[in-house]
């Protein structure tokens, strides 16, 4: 595996726009290839991403999922959810409703609670940064930190919906499959909020 570099992350980051960790799988999965790692980013829809993230998303579409545990039985499951586009001509296309589709079905699988890690209350974010640094309490500070910041992402990658990975691709996350479209379409295209529903669960 080659040893990637902070420094090729960041300059990789400049040159796209991409966000930093896909920087950086970009760069593991390219062998530390730069340039190969720069066609991997346009690939998958993450380069010039910054830039359209500006680009106010006025339009979209509202897709409702309903999921039955078989066959003849009643729905159990039921997922709301709001993908934003910039326009009402990529919103009514095959794609976006696919997107939102696969999206919708992943919320009810995956049970995500935030949509992204900047939505999570900041007390909660404390809560498992403190838990993790008890657990490596002694250790060097670097450690610790390192913990921390572990914890967070972990935290991420299980209840927040960009980050978790896609049921039906875990080699890509909701965030890239979002990106892809956005980057094929040259749209600003996002997840603004969801609602899931499922029998008997607990209203706490």
């Not at 896909?22 to 830039?51: N, P, Q, S, V, Y």
Request: glycine share 8%; hydrophobic share 40%.
């Amino acid at each position: 595996m080659a040893d990637i570099k902070a420094g090729d992350v960041a300059k990789l980051r400049s040159q796209t726009g991409a966000g930093m960790m896909d920087c950086k799988k970009a760069l593991t999965d390219a062998e530390g290839d730069f340039e190969k790692a720069r066609t991997l980013l346009r690939e998958r829809g993450l380069a010039d991403a910054a830039k359209r993230k500006g680009r106010e998303a006025k339009d979209g579409l509202v897709y409702s999922y309903l999921h039955a545990p078989q066959p003849g039985l009643p729905p159990k499951i039921g997922v709301m959810l709001e993908l934003t586009t910039e326009t009402d001509f990529t919103a009514k296309t095959d794609a976006a409703q696919q997107l939102a589709r696969d999206i919708a079905m992943h919320i009810a699988a995956a049970k995500p609670l935030y949509v992204s890690i900047e939505d999570v209350p900041d007390d909660v974010l404390l809560g498992e940064r403190e838990l993790a640094k008890k657990k490596v309490e002694g250790k060097p500070e670097k450690v610790v930190e390192q913990a921390s910041e572990g914890a967070v992402k972990k935290f991420a990658k299980t209840f927040c919906l960009l980050e978790q990975p896609w049921v039906r691709d875990d080699k890509q996350t909701i965030g890239q499959l979002v990106a892809t479209l956005s980057g094929n379409t040259g749209e600003n295209i996002g997840i603004r909020r969801f609602a899931r529903y499922e029998v008997a669960e607990s209203l706490d």
